[in-house]
């Protein structure tokens, strides 16, 4: 009895187990790797390029002046990374990176935290308010233009075979993995978008579906609701883990914050 | 509140000048409904003035249909050195304003 | 065996259109397009901001991507061809959608001491349609300008 062949076609799909061994994990050729900019219209590429009327920049500006003010009872951002950040300067690229503390993979929201609970005794700002985005905005921003280059080598390993694992599972409804869309269909239409190889280099970033700059996390919660999936908590050891596999997946592309994407 | 204020620091008499302003707003339109599915109510910028030492030299008003973090481009002739207030006002009242220094030669 | 193998498989492809059906139901999320959120009268919005004067066409351009990036923010530049002196200038400009919730969407005041007719800003369009903008003069007289941009559904809809 003959099936049609788009029931073969997604039956051998949703069949096919995924990939365990790493020689499986066909990955992007270093050599090809493309920034989400260059598969934006060129009104949206402009608007990114634009200093002034980038609408991330409201949240840069609000960030430059939160980093230069000394909060209550306690000292700038500034009294230590110098004015304007002077001394952070292309630190965002090299992030996530383990603390050597607490031993756990960091992101720039995190070592924002830290630096405001160690080093300010203020209480830790909660991901996706106008404040953390907009220091951790600003802290990015200084790292413009610099190549990503992270380290997933001695405790940062674990969290990087974590990211990996977490970007080449199918989840959701639609029982997509990362890769299917971003590694083997990147550059091909899907509605009336192109799909670009989903690089994180542009956040935190002002995103047209949001109205607003918002972090990389959201986008992750977003992807994960893209193929119905339950989004997880901001802060996720797993997103957290893919931030720094993402990371040294786009490793030599340029941080582009504030970037600008639909 | 994020203001941008794009303006020449000088121009010459007569001048045409490009002024630019851009604010942070998030222009909820009224028309949205949260995760109960109620209306979550409007709250917009409604209106724009751009003075020029007192007297207004261009004005907008503006309704749901505009992007969030609203944006202007527009025009000004530089008359005299003095004051460019850029300021909005939303649908409660509540206003922001910033001002930019012109010197005309 | 074979007759379960196959309603599963079809019972997933159907769950499959049936999801991307419904997504695609589903609006850019600023105006969503329920019953009470109907396209209002852009010609209506014209009259009654500039009353029944002829509209004429010509001096006015639009300027709007072919295709929007996003719905939520759309970059339009309005110019109109006029001298700006005092004797001759645009006294007003306005922006009217035929598809959004409310046909106005933005009005700008020029005069004299604009010294060129032309404003830019970032608009919200509820689908593919053709933006107007009325440009009234000095002289009372009304000059109408168009300009069309698709707006496509986003990929993944988060909704």
Request: charged share 25%.
């Given at each position: 009895?003959?099936?049609?062949?788009?029931?073969?076609?997604?039956?051998?799909?949703?069949?096919?187990?995924?990939?365990?061994?790493?020689?499986?994990?066909?990955?992007?050729?270093?050599?090809?790797?493309?920034?989400?900019?260059?598969?934006?219209?060129?009104?949206?590429?402009?608007?990114?390029?634009?200093?002034?009327?980038?609408?991330?920049?409201?949240?840069?500006?609000?960030?430059?002046?939160?980093?230069?003010?000394?909060?209550?009872?306690?000292?700038?951002?500034?009294?230590?990374?110098?004015?304007?950040?002077?001394?952070?300067?292309?630190?965002?690229?090299?992030?996530p990176s383990v603390d050597e503390t607490t031993g756990k993979l960091t992101n720039?929201e995190g070592r924002i935290n830290l630096c405001?609970t160690r080093?300010?005794?203020?209480?830790p700002?909660?991901?996706?308010?106008?404040?953390?985005?907009?220091?951790?905005?600003?802290?990015?921003?200084?790292?413009?233009?610099?190549?990503?280059?992270?380290?997933?080598?001695?405790p940062a390993?674990?969290w990087?075979?974590?990211?990996?694992?977490?970007?080449?599972?199918?989840?959701?409804?639609?029982?997509?993995?990362?890769?299917?869309?971003?590694?083997?269909?990147?550059?091909?239409?899907?509605?009336?978008?192109?799909?670009?190889?989903?690089?994180?280099?542009?956040?935190?970033?002002?995103?047209?579906?949001?109205?607003?700059?918002?972090?990389?996390?959201?986008?992750?919660?977003?992807?994960?609701?893209?193929?119905?999936?339950?989004?997880?908590?901001?802060g996720?050891d797993?997103?957290l883990?893919?931030?720094?596999?993402?990371?040294?997946?786009?490793?030599?592309?340029?941080?582009?914050?504030?970037?600008?994407?639909? | 509140?994020?203001?941008?204020?794009?303006?020449?620091?000088?121009?010459?008499?007569?001048?045409?000048?490009?002024?630019?302003?851009?604010?942070?707003?998030?222009?909820?339109?009224?028309?949205?409904?949260?995760?109960?599915?109620?209306?979550?109510?409007?709250?917009?910028?409604?209106?724009?003035?751009?003075?020029?030492?007192?007297?207004?030299?261009?004005?907008?008003?503006?309704?749901?249909?505009?992007?969030?973090?609203?944006?202007?481009?527009?025009?000004?002739?530089?008359?005299?050195?003095?004051?460019?207030?850029?300021?909005?006002?939303?649908?409660?009242?509540?206003?922001?304003?910033?001002?930019?220094?012109?010197?005309?030669? | 065996?074979?007759?379960?193998?196959?309603?599963?498989?079809?019972?997933?492809?159907?769950?499959?259109?049936?999801?991307?059906?419904?997504?695609?139901?589903?609006?850019?999320?600023?105006?969503?397009?329920?019953?009470?959120?109907?396209?209002?009268?852009?010609?209506?919005?014209?009259?009654?901001?500039?009353?029944?004067?002829?509209?004429?066409?010509?001096?006015?351009?639009?300027?709007?991507?072919?295709?929007?990036?996003?719905?939520?923010?759309?970059?339009?530049?309005?110019?109109?061809?006029?001298?700006?002196?005092?004797?001759?200038?645009?006294?007003?400009?306005?922006?009217?959608?035929?598809?959004?919730?409310?046909?106005?969407?933005?009005?700008?005041?020029?005069?004299?001491?604009?010294?060129?007719?032309?404003?830019?800003?970032?608009?919200?369009?509820?689908?593919?349609?053709?933006?107007?903008?009325?440009?009234?003069?000095?002289?009372?007289?009304?000059?109408?300008?168009?300009?069309?941009?698709?707006?496509?559904?986003?990929?993944?809809?988060?909704?």
């Amino acid at each position: 009895m003959r099936w049609p062949a788009p029931v073969i076609a997604l039956a051998a799909a949703a069949c096919t187990p995924a990939p365990t061994a790493d020689e499986a994990r066909e990955k992007l050729p270093a050599s090809a790797l493309i920034s989400g900019y260059e598969f934006l219209q060129a009104d949206t590429q402009a608007l990114q390029d634009d200093d002034f009327a980038n609408p991330g920049f409201l949240w840069v500006d609000r960030g430059r002046a939160l980093f230069a003010a000394a909060p209550q009872q306690s000292k700038a951002c500034a009294a230590c990374h110098g004015e304007d950040g002077a001394e952070l300067k292309g630190a965002a690229a090299h992030y996530p990176s383990v603390d050597e503390t607490t031993g756990k993979l960091t992101n720039i929201e995190g070592r924002i935290n830290l630096c405001r609970t160690r080093h300010q005794g203020l209480e830790p700002l909660n991901y996706e308010t106008d404040d953390l985005l907009s220091l951790t905005a600003f802290v990015s921003h200084l790292s413009r233009g610099e190549p990503v280059k992270v380290d997933v080598s001695g405790p940062a390993e674990v969290w990087y075979r974590r990211g990996e694992d977490y970007f080449f599972t199918r989840r959701g409804q639609y029982n997509l993995a990362c890769n299917q869309c971003h590694n083997d269909n990147w550059g091909r239409q899907l509605r009336g978008d192109t799909i670009s190889q989903g690089h994180g280099t542009a956040f935190p970033g002002y995103r047209f579906e949001w109205q607003s700059l918002g972090s990389l996390q959201r986008r992750l919660r977003d992807c994960d609701a893209g193929v119905r999936a339950e989004p997880l908590a901001y802060g996720s050891d797993d997103y957290l883990a893919v931030e720094l596999y993402l990371a040294k997946r786009a490793e030599g592309l340029p941080i582009e914050v504030p970037g600008v994407r639909r | 509140m994020s203001i941008r204020i794009s303006a020449p620091d000088t121009a010459s008499r007569d001048e045409i000048i490009e002024l630019k302003a851009l604010i942070q707003h998030p222009m909820e339109t009224g028309y949205r409904r949260n995760n109960r599915g109620e209306i979550i109510e409007r709250d917009i910028i409604t209106t724009f003035e751009c003075t020029y030492d007192g007297d207004t030299v261009f004005q907008a008003r503006f309704h749901p249909g505009i992007a969030a973090n609203p944006f202007l481009t527009f025009y000004t002739r530089a008359t005299r050195s003095g004051t460019l207030e850029f300021r909005w006002t939303d649908q409660n009242g509540q206003s922001w304003s910033e001002t930019h220094s012109l010197s005309v030669e | 065996m074979e007759m379960m193998k196959q309603d599963k498989f079809n019972f997933m492809l159907d769950r499959r259109r049936l999801l991307t059906l419904g997504t695609a139901g589903l609006v850019c999320a600023a105006f969503p397009m329920s019953t009470s959120a109907e396209a209002a009268d852009a010609d209506k919005a014209i009259r009654d901001l500039f009353g029944d004067g002829e509209l004429n066409e010509g001096r006015v351009t639009v300027d709007l991507p072919p295709i929007a990036e996003n719905g939520n923010s759309v970059a339009i530049k309005v110019t109109v061809d006029s001298p700006m002196t005092q004797k001759n200038h645009v006294r007003r400009i306005a922006i009217i959608s035929p598809r959004n919730p409310l046909a106005e969407v933005a009005e700008f005041q020029l005069g004299p001491r604009a010294g060129k007719a032309e404003v830019a800003t970032r608009i919200r369009m509820a689908g593919t349609q053709t933006i107007r903008a009325v440009a009234e003069m000095s002289d009372g007289s009304l000059w109408l300008g168009k300009a069309s941009t698709v707006v496509t559904l986003a990929a993944c809809i988060i909704g």
